[in-house]
């Protein structure tokens, strides 16, 4: 069987054309040589609030959000919902539901894991 460790340090942040200023996201699915589903970690500094707002409505992608550390408010920009969360949490979002992030008073390292039910994950 093949084992594949890493750690979030290990895993160098994107820093191409589409970087965000306050935010740091690391590709850990690629690091990691996952084939099945996208995940990738996001730092999000205390303050920023420059976290995408978007859907997955087009592609179909299903998100799953897990706290490593820290806290931020997941909010469904469409109505306006508010989602607290916290360090060992985690938010289901389906894809047509519009979303931002704003990182709590400490920031927040996030787990984003994504896919399409009934799709292999695009490589």
Known sequence: MKV???SLESIEAYSGPHA???IRFRP???ALGVRSWGMNVLEIDAGCESYPEHDH???GQEELYVVLRGSATLVATE???RHELTEGSFARVEPDVRRTIVPGPEGVTLLA???TPGEAYPS
Do not use: K, L, M, R
């Open 4 to 6: 594949t460790v890493g």
């Open 20 to 22: 965000i200023d306050g």
């Open 28 to 30: 850990a699915a690629a």
């Open 57 to 59: 409505a087009e592609d």
């Open 79 to 81: 109505d306006g919902a």
């Open 113 to 115: 894991i994504g896919g």
